[in-house]
């Protein structure tokens, strides 16, 4: 069973339906209890980190997070703003993060994006693997497996993940300068862009997800 956790955070509705396409069982987890017997975890959301993770903490979802995650290892994955959480903290506000990755979230540099590209990045982007985190395996393969030149995703963002160890950003994309689309971490993935919003591409992404079996 998928515990699609919900924390007031937007985009229920879209990855409950595109997880109902693929034949997957998922329940909406409106509280920490509501993890127990949960196979795998889903923290989708949109808006603001400060936001977010104060809603987290109010729903008594923190402690039961950490236990499922870090001590159990569901395998697990953020979406957008959920992607975001699992990192320290965020310049967006002042809340400490998950703390699941050694990353960081930032805001994009206006600088290097120049005049004809908009912040936030709005839209459908070519996304790709980051070559040395498949040599060393860190992003996993069946998530590799369904990457091709034609693979686009669909983002609204502002910020991303800047991660200590840039080997750890596993999917890369460009706005302006090429950023963390995903992040990997052992039992944990994250992706700035919303596969339940990307049609094939991001159904099969999903479906890759659910066939993911970490360390395996």
């Given at each position: 069973m998928i515990a699609v956790i919900d924390y007031g955070a937007g985009n229920i509705r879209s990855v409950m339906n595109m997880?109902?396409?693929l034949g997957a069982k998922a329940r909406i987890a409106e509280d920490g209890a509501a993890l127990e017997g949960a196979t795998r975890v889903i923290l989708p959301g949109v808006g603001h980190f400060d936001h977010g993770m104060a809603q987290l903490?109010?729903?008594?979802?923190?402690?039961?997070?950490?236990?499922?995650?870090?001590?159990?290892?569901?395998?697990?994955l953020?979406?957008?703003l959920g992607a975001q959480l699992i990192a320290r903290g965020s310049e967006e506000g002042d809340r400490p993060g998950l703390g699941w990755v050694d990353a960081d979230v930032v805001a994009f540099d206006r600088t290097?994006?120049?005049?004809?590209l908009r912040v936030p990045h709005m839209g459908w982007a070519e996304t790709w693997a980051h070559d040395p985190a498949v040599a060393q395996g860190r992003l996993p393969k069946t998530?590799?497996?369904?990457?091709?030149?034609?693979?686009?995703?669909?983002?609204?963002?502002?910020?991303?993940?800047?991660?200590?160890?840039?080997?750890?950003?596993?999917?890369r994309a460009h706005h302006g300068y090429?950023?963390?689309?995903?992040?990997?971490?052992?039992?944990?993935?994250?992706?700035?862009?919303?596969?339940?919003?990307?049609h094939a591409?991001?159904?099969a992404l999903l479906q890759a997800f659910l066939n993911w079996t970490p360390d395996a």
């Open positions: 997880l109902k396409s903490e109010a729903r008594g979802f923190l402690e039961p997070l950490n236990e499922r995650v870090l001590h159990d290892h569901l395998p697990t953020g979406i957008c290097r994006i120049g005049p004809d998530i590799a497996a369904t990457l091709s030149e034609e693979t686009r995703f669909y983002y609204v963002h502002s910020f991303h993940l800047s991660c200590d160890d840039p080997d750890a950003a596993v999917l090429e950023f963390a689309a995903g992040v990997a971490a052992e039992n944990i993935l994250g992706f700035q862009f919303h596969p339940e919003k990307s591409h991001g159904k």
